[in-house]
Nanobody, 126 residues
């Protein structure tokens, strides 16, 4: 049974940092592209960042470029999202996702992903 478990969310002030973690089990982690999505109240789920199995390729939504950094540790089956200079607009439920593909660039389309975590709440106050 595949499980993706997120942690690290919380309530912070604008300008603060958070690091989200997503621990995976039940899959060959190094064979999967991993990504983070977020969904704010009343809005559609949106792509935040993705990383290929070898850590050679990462891609980011324009709204988080330069502030967020995605990394993964295949030995620990874990992906990390370092979020700096947080803004109130970053408030959302953040979910990690995985899909198996020969591609190197993570797709931004949620429908392509095979597995999802339950999500962790990030709230940024102004």
């Amino acid at each position: 049974q595949v499980q993706l478990v997120e942690s690290g969310g919380g309530l912070v002030q604008a300008g603060d940092s958070l690091r989200l973690s997503c621990a995976a089990s039940g899959l060959t982690f190094s064979s999967y592209i991993m990504a983070w999505f977020r969904q704010a109240p009343g809005k559609e789920r949106e792509f935040v960042a993705g990383i290929d199995w070898s850590c050679s390729w990462t891609n980011y939504a324009d709204s988080v470029k330069g502030r967020f950094t995605l990394s993964r540790d295949n030995a620990k089956n874990t992906v990390y999202l370092q979020m700096n200079s947080l803004e109130p607009e970053d408030t959302a439920i953040y979910s990690c996702a995985a899909y198996q593909t020969m591609a190197t660039i993570a797709t931004m389309h949620p429908i392509e992903y095979d597995y999802w975590g339950q999500g962790t709440q990030v709230t940024v106050s102004s």
